[in-house]
């Protein structure tokens, strides 16, 4: 009889650690994630009445999904790239589409993720990367971890974007900006961009991971750093046809969207109905990529 509290504490005691390590394990997957809980929107640019690629205004709704409250960084991409080997399409092929003397952007041969121009920190966002740069990184990650990342839909990016689908034009809200836009600061070293007239955020270039307040989700730099490439094929028409329920974009296409804009582009791209498209091997100093992950 004396032997059965002994025992049952060696119970409760491996109980307690099994459960403390599944905790660990979990909040180590999704610490640096943030749960979008699901709901309707109106998607497109229900701010202007004008024609564009946002248009037609239409209503999507989601299910629950995770979504990274950062970028991937220049140190995540390199954990990634030391343990692989994996060389990136700027690297393999010609470079990296870079800002030079003048004001003028071109694709500099040993310009890349690791190189690209200007200085950058192991928590600044990974730029220039291609979309299949990315989706061979989530590949990796995904069997590193048993994990299922992906990229984010569109639809899913600017429901986010707008904490929830609110009827807000820039991450930050309505308001002044409060991101890495292209600035006072940018254009003392570019001085061609076309800039937020009288702000100046303090980086020239990409900024360090969370530098700047989140949105009301809690999720960093969605307007502005840097363009974050999506899950979705571009089609013209697509908004005027897409599915009410978690569209995931066409089968197939040419080009692959991009959307928030980036540090070094003119306000109007940071705006998050804002649409960009390029190929899927494009790559430059304003492109990198955020991680989703499904519920489920």
Known sequence: MKSVPAILFIIIAL???IASAEGQASYSKFSNMVLVKGGCFQMGDIFRDVPSSEKPVHEVCLDDFYIGKYEVTVGEFRRFVDETGYLTEAESQDGCHSWIGG??????????????GFPQ???DPVVCVSWNDAYNYIQWLNKKEGSNYRLLTEAEWEYAA????????????????????????????????NTWKGYRDGFAYTAPAGSFRPNDLGIYDMSGNVYEWVLDWQEDDYYG????????GPDKGKYKLLRGGAWDLQPDTARTTSR????AGARAVCMGFR??????
């Open 15 to 17: 109980s307690t650690a």
């Open 103 to 116: 004001g003028k952007e071109e694709k500099i041969k040993d310009h890349n993720w690791s190189k690209t």
């Open 121 to 123: 920190t192991d928590k």
């Open 162 to 193: 707008r904490s929830g689908g609110r009827e807000y034009q820039y991450s930050w809200g309505n308001g002044a900006p409060s991101g890495n836009v292209a600035d006072v600061s940018a254009k003392e070293e570019l001085s061609c961009v």
């Open 241 to 248: 046809h897409s599915p009410r329920y978690n569209p995931k």
């Open 276 to 279: 960009y498209w390029n190929e």
């Open 291 to 296: 991680l989703a992950h499904p519920v489920k």
